[in-house]
C-alpha cells in the first residue's frame, strides 16, 4: 500500500523574504501587461502592421484585465505616435444637403472654427457700415438718379408724341393709357363720344400707333430699371467684396498651402457678397422668428474632432458602442416655422471619429448586443471610412435629412471577448476574417518564477498608488501569490486573473483599515479571503447541513460494500467548492452488462457516458479474457437530481462496482476523485484543491472518528495548494491524502487489502454469475 502524502506536497508557499522591500509603497508602478509575452507579442504585431485588415481580437476569460491592460498598452504605445488630423464639417454651398468635410492639421480646426465666427461677427458689424457710408449713398443715388433721368426723358418723349397726334399719355389704375386731348388736356369720355365718327375713325387709328409708341417705351424703361438693379447689385457685391477681402485676407494668408479649406473660403466670400442683404439690419421679411440666425449657420465650423493639445495618437475605449456612440450621429431640431430640420452642424462625432488615426478598443459582447453595431463596424473598415448615423434614414417620421461626406480611416480596432466568440466568427463570418487577421491570446494562467511573483508585487503597486489603498507588507503579497497559485489550480502557475487579484487587494486594505492596520499584512489578507467565503457560501453551507441532517445520505464512518464517497465541485457565482456524492453499485445475475442510471434517464452528459464505457472496457480487459463477461450491474449517484457531467468519478463508479462484485467493503472514511482509463491508470481532473477541502469540512463539522482522508490522481498533486487548516489537520495525523497512479493502488487504499485479492474475489463472482446463468438456461430448457 502507497504511503499518503507529505505535508510539503500540499502546497507551495511563497516566502516572503524573496522579496526586496518592506512593504510596496517602495516601489514604482508599472502598467505594462504582465504574464502574456504571446499576447503582447501579437498586439504588437497588429499595431505595426500597416496593411489593411490586420485588426486584433483579443481574446481570454474575463477577469484577466485584458481591457484595460490593452488599455495601457496602446496608451505607451500611441503617446509615440504622430498626433492625427482634425475633422470638421462645413456647409456645402453648392449642395447643402451634403456637407464637406475638411482635414486640418491637430489645432488647426478649433482655429478655424473661431476665425469663422470672429468672421462673421466682424461682417455683422462693418458689411451694414459700408453699404450706409456716405460714399456708398452717393454712388447709389446716382445710380438711381441715372435711372430716373432716364425714365423722365422717355415719358417727356412719348408724351411729346402724343401730344402731337391729339391725344396724351395718362396713368389709371391699369397702367399707362393713351386718350384722346385738346390743349394738353385729357377729353372726358362723353366728350371723345360725342365727337364726329371720322374724326373718331381718326383717332382710334393714331391710337394704335401710339400704343405700340407706349409698349416700347414700357421696355425701354423696364430695361433701364433692370439696368439700375444690376448696377445697383454690382456696386453692393464690389463694397461688399472689399469688405469681405478685408476680413478674409489674414485668413486666406494663414491656409495658404491647403486647398481645400481655401476653396471653402473662396465659397464663403461668394455666399457672404451675394446674399449681403442677410447682413442688413431691419432687412425683415416674412420668414418666421429665427430664420435669419438659422441661415447664419452656413458661415459656421462644426469641429467634430480636436487634437489641440494632444499628445500623441488617441486611444479610446468604448463600453457602449450603440450605432449612434459608434458612428456618430445627425440630430435635428425644430424648425421655427414648426417640423424637425437639421443642418451639418447637427452632426456629431462617435468613437470611429474620436479614434481615427490611433486606436479604438471594443468589448466583443457589448458590440453584439448593440443592434446594428457590429455591420456598422464591418462597413466602416472595409470601406475605409465612417459616416454618421442618421435616424430619418432609417425610417420614422419624414424629414430633413443628410448625406454629409465620409471622412477616412485610419485606425487599428482592438475587439476584445471571449474564445467562443471568435471562433464562432471565423467560422461564420468571411468578414470578420478579412478585418481580424490578428488573434491575441491572453491565458489565465502564467508560470510561477521568481520573476513574474515580483510583477505580482509590482501590481500590486501598482494599484495601491492609482487607488489610494493601504499598501500590503511583503508577508501580504506572498500570502496573494499563494492565492494566485490556488486560482490557477497548480503549484507551478500563478493566475491572471488580475481583476480577482485586485478586489482581494482591496477587500484586505479594507479589513487592515479595520483592524486599524497601517498596512496589509498576511493575516488581513487570509481574513478578507474567510470573510469573502462567508460571504459567497450560502449554498455550501446549506447542503452540507443537508448532510448533517441526514437528508442527504453520506457516510463518513464504518465500511460498505458498493458504496463509495465521490467528490463534485459546485461554482455559484464567484465560489466554487466541493462536494460528496454517494456512489453505489449492485450486481445480480443477468446478460444486461453494466447500466449506469443516470445515463440511462438521461441525467448524465457525453463526457461522463465516456467515462462510464471506459469502465466497461476495463471490466472486460481485465476479468473476460479467459470467460464471458455475464453479468447485470446498476451504477448510480444517489439523491441526484440535477445531472452528471465530466468523467472524474470514473474510478469512483468503478470501485463501487469492483466492491459490490468482490463482497469487500470500502471505507466511507475516505473520499475518491479521479478518473481512468481502459488499463486501470487514475487520471487527472479538475477542482481537486477544492474537492478535498470540500471533504475535509464536513468531517471537521461531523467530527468525525478515525483517521479520514481523500485518494488524488498521482498528476493532481502538483495542483495541490490546500487550505492552513486542511494542512494543519495533515501535519496533526487527522487527515490523509493520497496520490493513486493505478486502480489496484486506491483498491488497496479503500478495501485495506492486496488488490489481487480483491481481482481474485471478483474474477470468482464473475464465475459464479456466468456459471449461474449457465445452469439456469439448461433447467429452463
Given at each position: 500500500m502507497i504511503d499518503p502524502l507529505a505535508l510539503e506536497d500540499l502546497f507551495r508557499s511563497c516566502d516572503p523574504a524573496v522579496f526586496d522591500f518592506e512593504t510596496?509603497?517602495?516601489?514604482?508602478?508599472?502598467?505594462?501587461?504582465?504574464?502574456?509575452?504571446?499576447?503582447?507579442?501579437?498586439?504588437?504585431?497588429?499595431?505595426?502592421?500597416?496593411?489593411?485588415?490586420?485588426?486584433?481580437?483579443?481574446?481570454?476569460e474575463a477577469g484577466t484585465g485584458r481591457t484595460t491592460a490593452i488599455e495601457r498598452f496602446l496608451d505607451e504605445r500611441a503617446a509615440q505616435a504622430d498626433v492625427p488630423s482634425d475633422w470638421v464639417y462645413v456647409h456645402n454651398f453648392q449642395e447643402p444637403h451634403k456637407p464637406h468635410a475638411l482635414r486640418l492639421p491637430p489645432g488647426e480646426g478649433a482655429l478655424l472654427r473661431g476665425d469663422m465666427a470672429r468672421l462673421l461677427d466682424d461682417l455683422r458689424i462693418n458689411l451694414p457700415r459700408a453699404l450706409e457710408s456716405e460714399a456708398f449713398r452717393e454712388a447709389a443715388h446716382q445710380v438711381q438718379h441715372n435711372?430716373?433721368?432716364?425714365?423722365?426723358?422717355?415719358?417727356?418723349?412719348?408724351?411729346?408724341?402724343?401730344?402731337?397726334?391729339?391725344?396724351?399719355?395718362?396713368?389709371?389704375?391699369?397702367?399707362?393709357?393713351?386718350?384722346?386731348?385738346?390743349?394738353?388736356?385729357?377729353?372726358?369720355?362723353?366728350?371723345?363720344?360725342?365727337?364726329?365718327?371720322?374724326?373718331?375713325?381718326?383717332?382710334?387709328?393714331?391710337?394704335?400707333?401710339?400704343?405700340?409708341?407706349?409698349?416700347?417705351?414700357?421696355?425701354?424703361?423696364?430695361?433701364?430699371?433692370?439696368?439700375?438693379?444690376?448696377?445697383?447689385?454690382?456696386?453692393?457685391?464690389?463694397?461688399?467684396?472689399?469688405?469681405?477681402?478685408?476680413?478674409?485676407?489674414?485668413?486666406?494668408?494663414?491656409?495658404?498651402?491647403?486647398?481645400?479649406?481655401?476653396?471653402?473660403?473662396?465659397?464663403?466670400?461668394?455666399?457672404?457678397?451675394?446674399?449681403?442683404?442677410?447682413?442688413?439690419?431691419?432687412?425683415?421679411?416674412?420668414?418666421?422668428?429665427?430664420?435669419?440666425?438659422?441661415?447664419?449657420?452656413?458661415?459656421?465650423?462644426?469641429?467634430?474632432?480636436?487634437?489641440?493639445?494632444?499628445?500623441?495618437?488617441?486611444?479610446?475605449?468604448?463600453?457602449?458602442?450603440?450605432?449612434?456612440?459608434?458612428?456618430?450621429?445627425?440630430?435635428?431640431?425644430?424648425?421655427?416655422?414648426g417640423g424637425m430640420v437639421t443642418d451639418f452642424t447637427l452632426i456629431r462625432g462617435g468613437a470611429l471619429h474620436a479614434a481615427n488615426g490611433g486606436y479604438l478598443v471594443l468589448r466583443a459582447r457589448d458590440l453584439f448586443l448593440e443592434p446594428g453595431s457590429w455591420e456598422a463596424l464591418k462597413r466602416a473598415l472595409v470601406g475605409g471610412c465612417v459616416r454618421p448615423d442618421d435616424p430619418a434614414t432609417r425610417g420614422g417620421a419624414p424629414t430633413r435629412s443628410l448625406d454629409p461626406e465620409p471622412i477616412p480611416l485610419d485606425l487599428k480596432v482592438v475587439l476584445v471577448g471571449p474564445p467562443g466568440v471568435y471562433y464562432a466568427?471565423?467560422?461564420?463570418?468571411?468578414?470578420?476574417?478579412?478585418?481580424?487577421?490578428?488573434?491575441?491570446?491572453?491565458?489565465?494562467?502564467?508560470?510561477?518564477?521568481?520573476?513574474?511573483?515580483?510583477?505580482?508585487?509590482?501590481?500590486?503597486?501598482?494599484?495601491?498608488?492609482?487607488?489610494?489603498?493601504?499598501?500590503?507588507?511583503?508577508?501580504?503579497?506572498?500570502?496573494?501569490?499563494?492565492?494566485?497559485?490556488?486560482l490557477a489550480g497548480s503549484q507551478s502557475k500563478l493566475s491572471t486573473r488580475f481583476g480577482d487579484l485586485a478586489n482581494l487587494v482591496r477587500e484586505a486594505g479594507y479589513w487592515a483599515a479595520k483592524a486599524g492596520h497601517e498596512v496589509v499584512t498576511a493575516e488581513d489578507v487570509a481574513h478578507a479571503l474567510e470573510e469573502r467565503r462567508a460571504r459567497l457560501g450560502l449554498i455550501e453551507s446549506r447542503l452540507r447541513e443537508q448532510i448533517l441532517k441526514g437528508t442527504l445520505l453520506i457516510l463518513s464512518e464504518g465500511e460498505v460494500v458498493g458504496q463509495v464517497n465521490g467528490l463534485t465541485v459546485i461554482s455559484s457565482a464567484d465560489h466554487r467548492f466541493g462536494y460528496p456524492s454517494r456512489v453505489t453499485a449492485r450486481v445480480y445475475m443477468g446478460k444486461e452488462g453494466v447500466m449506469q442510471i443516470d445515463r440511462e434517464v438521461e441525467l448524465a452528459g457525453p463526457i461522463h457516458n465516456k467515462g462510464v464505457m471506459t469502465l466497461i472496457g476495463y471490466l472486460g480487459g481485465r476479468y473476460a479474457q479467459q470467460q464471458p463477461l455475464s453479468l447485470s450491474a446498476q451504477i448510480t449517484f444517489e439523491q441526484n437530481y440535477g445531472g452528471v457531467e465530466g468523467d472524474s468519478a470514473a474510478s469512483t463508479e468503478l470501485y463501487a462496482l469492483l466492491s459490490c462484485l468482490s463482497g469487500i467493503p470500502v471505507r466511507q472514511a475516505i473520499a475518491v476523485t479521479g478518473s481512468v482509463d481502459q488499463r486501470g491508470d487514475v487520471q487527472a481532473v479538475g477542482g481537486v484543491t477544492e474537492?478535498?477541502?470540500?471533504?475535509?469540512?464536513?468531517?471537521?463539522?461531523?467530527?468525525?472518528?478515525?483517521?479520514?482522508?481523500?485518494?488524488?490522481?498521482?498528476?493532481?498533486?502538483?495542483?495541490?495548494?490546500?487550505?492552513?487548516?486542511?494542512?494543519?489537520?495533515?501535519?496533526?495525523?487527522?487527515?490523509?491524502?493520497?496520490?493513486?497512479?493505478?486502480?489496484?493502488?486506491?483498491?488497496?487504499?479503500?478495501?485495506?487489502?492486496?488488490?489481487?485479492?480483491?481481482?481474485?474475489?471478483?474474477?470468482?463472482?464473475?464465475?459464479?454469475?456466468?456459471e449461474g446463468i449457465e445452469r439456469f438456461g439448461k433447467q429452463a430448457d
Open positions: 510596496t509603497a517602495e516601489l514604482e508602478p508599472n502598467i505594462r501587461i504582465i504574464g502574456q509575452p504571446r499576447g503582447t507579442q501579437a498586439i504588437l504585431f497588429g499595431v505595426e502592421m500597416a496593411s489593411p485588415g490586420y485588426n486584433i481580437y483579443a481574446q481570454g435711372f430716373e433721368t432716364a425714365r423722365d426723358e422717355l415719358f417727356e418723349e412719348m408724351q411729346a408724341k402724343a401730344s402731337q397726334a391729339g391725344a396724351a399719355v395718362v396713368p389709371t389704375p391699369g397702367g399707362l393709357r393713351i386718350v384722346p386731348a385738346k390743349d394738353g388736356q385729357a377729353l372726358p369720355p362723353e366728350a371723345v363720344a360725342a365727337l364726329p365718327e371720322e374724326v373718331q375713325k381718326s383717332w382710334r387709328e393714331q391710337a394704335h400707333q401710339l400704343e405700340h409708341e407706349l409698349d416700347k417705351m414700357l421696355r425701354q424703361v423696364k430695361a433701364a430699371e433692370r439696368e439700375a438693379k444690376e448696377a445697383m447689385q454690382a456696386l453692393i457685391r464690389q463694397a461688399a467684396g472689399r469688405v469681405v477681402d478685408r476680413a478674409l485676407e489674414e485668413m486666406l494668408e494663414r491656409y495658404q498651402g491647403d486647398e481645400d479649406t481655401l476653396g471653402y473660403l473662396q465659397d464663403v466670400r461668394q455666399d457672404i457678397v451675394e446674399n449681403v442683404d442677410l447682413f442688413r439690419p431691419g432687412e425683415e421679411d416674412e420668414a418666421p422668428s429665427g430664420w435669419k440666425e438659422l441661415r447664419f449657420r452656413r458661415y459656421q465650423v462644426n469641429l467634430l474632432v480636436d487634437h489641440g493639445g494632444r499628445r500623441g495618437a488617441p486611444v479610446v475605449v468604448e463600453y457602449n458602442p450603440t450605432l449612434p456612440r459608434l458612428l456618430g450621429r445627425v440630430e435635428h431640431e425644430p424648425w421655427p416655422g466568427l471565423h467560422e461564420s463570418d468571411e468578414d470578420f476574417r478579412t478585418l481580424f487577421k490578428v488573434l491575441a491570446d491572453f491565458d489565465d494562467r502564467m508560470e510561477r518564477s521568481p520573476e513574474n511573483e515580483q510583477e505580482y508585487a509590482v501590481f500590486v503597486a501598482t494599484r495601491c498608488h492609482e487607488e489610494k489603498l493601504r499598501h500590503l507588507d511583503r508577508g501580504a503579497v506572498a500570502r496573494l501569490v499563494e492565492y494566485g497559485s490556488r474537492k478535498v477541502e470540500g471533504w475535509f469540512a464536513l468531517v471537521k463539522e461531523r467530527r468525525s472518528k478515525g483517521e479520514h482522508g481523500v485518494m488524488v490522481p498521482a498528476a493532481n498533486v502538483q495542483d495541490l495548494m490546500l487550505s492552513d487548516e486542511v494542512r494543519r489537520a495533515v501535519a496533526e495525523g487527522t487527515f490523509r491524502l493520497w496520490a493513486v497512479s493505478t486502480v489496484d493502488q486506491g483498491l488497496e487504499i479503500l478495501t485495506g487489502r492486496p488488490a489481487e485479492e480483491v481481482h481474485a474475489s471478483v474474477r470468482t463472482r464473475l464465475r459464479d454469475l456466468a
